[in-house]
């Protein structure tokens, strides 16, 4: 069975579950961190949802395991098994599933009811004002549009208490508009609570935004799982030699440059310009680097437009694309992809251990 593992400290759910249909086999056994955003990342048909809803019980997953920060919510091999009901964890599912008579308000208590007073760690308040819902809170659900229903949904999970998020896609049923309206909240559920979120999504943007785990399924079984900056720019997985293959690169705000309206992104000592941020200087950052952005260059003073040529070691290579090599570097600290053309790798001699420069000719902030 493969098995993945973090380290021991931060190690605080384990799951093994085993499901057999005809047509489909899940095989998985996951160690997640209990804190902040794992992905559930994987093609349609991969065996995403069928995990999540092992995690909820809702999938009864015969000899199966899980056990979430400490507390073992099933072990079948001694006789344990909560129900979903008894397991003290919010789901949120691609469509909102609102009560249509009750007011987004009653929505909201509805599900705070359900847990006892000595248990509420999310206050309704604090839900409320975490998804930015105030003003909505004595409309009915059908008069919400479908973002709005959607953090209604998540403020609902939250209040809850739960010790265990888990989302199914949430943002599939919207549009771009609505997508880039709701990811902000999320993103402040990760920053601001101290509850592990499992996300199912085969969204790369959403998994670069929000994912600091990422758990690659394929045919039921897990490929690989761990800190996204370890599993994205592995050349022995898919994600490497997709055409938006990309890193996340986390990195801090250093300086602007106001008559140039750039920024200077700083990490593992290295800068990095961006297009101009208001974000404050020292603020914690995420930014995304595609594989195609990147070119190599034997050395750094060469007349380019390219902003940030950066001073790399390559570590590996890989030619399984036909025309293309997928050259794994290091700079900094962190791993770096650069996809160019088989004949310009010859070219340049790019072999692992090499010093090179890193062209990189477009950087995404993400957070
Ligand atoms: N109750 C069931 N009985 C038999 N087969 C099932 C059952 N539920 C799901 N499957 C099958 O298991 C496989 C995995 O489904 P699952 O929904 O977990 O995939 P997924 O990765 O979440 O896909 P998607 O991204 O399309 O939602 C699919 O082939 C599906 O048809």
């Given at each position: 069975m493969p098995s993945t593992s973090v380290s021991a400290a931060a190690t605080a759910i384990h799951a093994r579950f085993r499901v057999a249909w005809p047509g489909f086999a899940l095989d998985a056994d996951v160690q997640l961190p209990g804190?902040?955003?794992?992905?559930?990342?994987?093609?349609?048909?991969?065996?995403?949802?069928?995990?999540?809803?092992?995690l909820a019980g809702l999938e009864r997953a015969p000899g199966g395991y899980l056990s979430v920060r400490g507390e073992v919510w099933q072990d079948d091999a001694r006789g344990v098994f909560l129900p979903t009901?008894?397991?003290?964890?919010?789901?949120?599912?691609?469509?909102?599933?609102?009560?249509?008579?009750?007011?987004?308000?009653?929505?909201?208590?509805?599900?705070?009811?359900?847990?006892?007073?000595?248990?509420?760690?999310?206050?309704?308040?604090?839900?409320?004002?975490?998804?930015?819902?105030?003003?909505?809170?004595e409309r009915m659900p059908e008069k919400l549009s479908g973002g709005e229903r959607q953090r209604v949904a998540i403020a609902r999970a939250l209040a809850t208490s739960p010790r265990l998020l888990l989302m199914d896609e949430p943002l599939a049923a919207l549009d771009a508009r609505r997508k880039a309206e709701i990811l902000p909240?999320?993103?402040?559920?990760?920053?601001?609570?101290?509850?592990p979120l499992v996300y199912v999504s085969h969204a790369p943007e959403e998994v670069a935004r929000l994912a600091d785990h990422l758990v690659l399924l394929d045919g039921g079984r897990v490929l690989a799982?761990?800190?996204?900056?370890?599993?994205?720019?592995?050349?022995d997985l898919p994600l490497a030699h997709g055409e938006?293959?990309?890193?996340?690169?986390?990195?801090?705000?250093?300086?602007?440059?106001?008559?140039?309206?750039?920024?200077?992104?700083?990490?593992?000592?290295?800068?990095?310009?961006?297009?101009?941020?208001?974000?404050?200087?020292?603020?914690?950052?995420?930014?995304?680097?595609?594989?195609?952005?990147?070119?190599?260059?034997?050395?750094?003073?060469?007349?380019?437009?390219?902003?940030?040529?950066?001073?790399?070691?390559?570590?590996?290579l890989d030619e399984a694309d036909a025309g293309r090599t997928l050259v794994?570097?290091?700079?900094?600290?962190?791993?770096?992809?650069?996809?160019?053309?088989?004949?310009?790798?010859?070219?340049?001699?790019?072999?692992?251990?090499?010093?090179?420069?890193?062209?990189v000719k477009g950087v995404a902030l993400l957070r």
């Open positions: 804190r902040g955003v794992s992905a559930l990342f994987g093609q349609s048909g991969s065996g995403k949802t069928t995990l999540l809803r092992c009901h008894q397991r003290p964890l919010g789901y949120v599912f691609q469509e909102a599933s609102l009560f249509a008579h009750l007011s987004v308000r009653r929505n909201l208590e509805f599900g705070m009811k359900r847990v006892a007073a000595a248990a509420r760690r999310v206050s309704l308040e604090h839900a409320i004002a975490l998804l930015g819902i105030e003003p909505l809170l909240y999320l993103e402040r559920l990760h920053d601001e609570l101290d509850i799982a761990g800190p996204i900056h370890e599993v994205m720019p592995r050349l938006d293959a990309f890193v996340v690169i986390d990195a801090r705000v250093a300086a602007h440059d106001e008559a140039y309206a750039l920024t200077r992104l700083e990490f593992g000592g290295l800068p990095l310009w961006i297009t101009g941020l208001d974000t404050r200087i020292g603020a914690q950052v995420r930014a995304r680097v595609l594989a195609r952005d990147v070119s190599l260059a034997l050395s750094e003073r060469h007349e380019s437009s390219i902003l940030n040529v950066l001073p790399a070691r390559v570590v590996s794994r570097l290091e700079l900094g600290g962190s791993a770096m992809l650069a996809r160019i053309t088989r004949r310009s790798a010859v070219q340049l001699g790019i072999a692992p251990g090499m010093e090179v420069f890193a062209q």
